[in-house]
């Protein structure tokens, strides 16, 4: 079932079966607002903590929002002026999408959504639909010009924490990188072996757990290197509930996480961040030698599934 809804002030789409809801707002960035699993009353997505959400505008920041919901980072995660050729590109701070008005239609049992980009001469299309007890989600970006575009894209999911949740990274994850400073994990680029370190208090730093929300930190690191298996995820003990995430490895080579655990605004969330690019920014990621360009002409195409089981 589809139906149109009001969510929070906004236009929804709201897709339903037997196992799932989604909602779907295509004139905020085409965010995924919600999947809640019906029989077990669970809802995975951190929510907007406002009865309303306001609309950004391009180069917004993208703190000063909601910071909730399932929201794609394209064509960056971190604002960046970049000398590109004979041109100088303005990334806004987490992407052109998040701010996005969407033109929608409903196909079949999809809810289409198409977004021509104001910045760089690139059409943005993703597709939604429930299959079981998962929701799908394909992507077509297509380099609409003529020259070649360097560009990131990043599952920005903020899931909601709760302390004794486990974190399922991909197998043969061995070890992590820091990507931001941190009291615990100190200088951006220091590596640790994954699941357990010692942190810089000398104490165990579990990387497949999340902090309690009174520690007010926030953390964010990488898998170490390409993943080779497309599969992360979160078990909720208390719900008996566990989200897999499916993805493409040859198109979403990397993997980031994001952790506030009362460090932002009080929130607690968390976030497995699927990317082509290592890391944040197109210049981190071409110094890294880990940037994706996509030609004129071409399109991106990948698809992941999000799995409440």
């Not at 809640?36 to 929510?47: A, G, H, V, W």
């Not at 049992?109 to 079981?132: I, P």
């Not at 709760?162 to 991909?170: K, Q, R, T």
Request: charged share 25%; hydrophobic share 35%.
């Amino acid at each position: 079932m589809i139906e149109k809804i009001n969510f929070k002030g906004c236009l929804g789409i709201r897709l339903e079966n037997k196992f799932l809801q989604a909602v779907i707002l295509p004139y905020l960035g085409g965010k995924v607002a919600s999947l809640y699993r019906k029989d077990k009353t669970f809802e995975l997505l951190f929510q907007n903590k406002s009865d309303t959400y306001r609309k950004p505008k391009l180069h917004d920041s993208f703190a000063d929002y909601d910071a909730a919901g399932f929201d794609d980072a394209f064509p960056s995660i971190d604002a960046d002026q970049v000398i590109y050729k004979k041109w100088s590109l303005s990334y806004p701070d987490h992407g052109e999408i998040w701010s996005a008005k969407f033109k929608y239609s409903i196909v079949d049992e999809a809810v289409v959504l198409t977004y021509q980009s104001r910045l760089f001469r690139y059409m943005y299309c993703k597709k939604l639909w429930l299959q079981g007890n998962r929701l799908c989600c394909e992507y077509d970006i297509k380099n609409t010009g003529s020259e070649t575009f360097p560009c990131i894209w990043a599952m920005h999911c903020l899931i909601r924490c709760e302390e004794n949740m486990e974190l399922i990274f991909p197998q043969g994850t061995n070890h992590v990188i820091n990507v931001q400073t941190s009291d615990f994990l100190g200088n951006i680029g220091n590596v640790y072996p994954y699941p357990v370190a010692e942190d810089l208090t000398g104490q165990k730093f579990l990387f497949n757990k999340v902090k309690p929300v009174s520690s007010r930190i926030t953390n964010k690191y990488y898998v170490l290197g390409k993943i080779k298996e497309g599969t992360c995820g979160v078990y909720y003990p208390d719900h008996n509930i566990r989200y897999i995430l499916f993805f493409d490895t040859e198109k979403l080579p990397y993997l980031g996480f994001w952790v506030t655990a009362g460090g932002f605004r009080g929130d607690y969330n968390c976030a497995l961040e699927p990317t082509n690019g290592f890391y944040d920014n197109i210049e981190t990621a071409k110094k890294n030698n880990k940037l994706y360009f996509l030609p004129p002409g071409n399109t991106l195409h990948f698809s992941l599934q999000m799995e409440l089981k």
